[in-house]
């Protein structure tokens, strides 16, 4: 199943969603000054929250992707979008680009908040992608879930998963 990607553009970034992962594209000057050219894949199931500051007209607002394990670091609250420049889990948004931002956190934060399928930004259902029809059925790797198996009755996929050993 070929995936719809939603993405914003921000200030020192680019962040791409297409159901499974997010990725942080740093390209351009404002990147390398703060972060440094890269991208940053993030699996959706290591994503533990989604920090938003909205912009305001007269300053950046920012998006932050909260990783288990991660250190978060905060300051006085005028140091927050400061603090967010540098780090390599966020991006900063401008007021301009405030809708673009929100319908990807909405985004993300409904495939966080949604069941062990993967979430498809093209229609905001979460169902994983059928096997091929000549599939018999039985217990196969969850398309949206890499540590599950997944039941194919034969015809769909059912809601009955299990660890996959």
Same mark, same amino acid.
């Given at each position: 199943m070929i995936r719809h990607m939603i993405s914003a553009r921000g200030h020192n970034g680019t962040v791409h969603f297409d159901g499974r992962f997010v990725s942080i594209d740093r390209?351009?000057?404002?990147?390398? $000054?703060?972060? +440094?050219?890269?991208?940053?894949?993030? &699996?959706?199931?290591s994503i533990q929250a989604v920090q938003w500051k909205p912009p305001s007209s007269m300053i950046y607002g920012y998006i932050e992707f909260t990783i288990a394990?991660?250190?978060?670091?905060?300051?006085?609250?005028?140091?927050?979008?400061?603090?967010?420049?540098?780090?390599?889990?966020?991006?900063?948004v401008r007021k301009s680009q405030t809708k673009a931002f929100e319908a990807?956190?909405?985004?993300?934060?409904? $495939?966080?908040? +949604?069941?062990?399928?993967?979430?498809? &930004?093209?229609?905001?259902?979460?169902?994983?992608?059928?096997?091929?029809?000549s599939v018999p059925a039985g217990w196969y790797p969850d398309p949206g879930r890499s540590d599950l198996q997944r039941y194919w009755d034969g015809t769909r996929w059912t809601e009955h998963t299990a660890p996959r050993g």
């Open positions: 390209t351009g000057f404002v990147a390398r $000054a703060t972060v +440094g050219r890269s991208e940053k894949r993030i &699996p959706l199931r394990g991660g250190i978060e670091f905060r300051g006085r609250n005028s140091l927050l979008t400061s603090e967010a420049a540098g780090n390599e889990n966020a991006v900063i990807l956190r909405n985004a993300i934060e409904s $495939a966080l908040a +949604g069941s062990a399928d993967s979430y498809s &930004p093209n229609t905001g259902v979460s169902t994983p992608p059928p096997p091929p029809s």
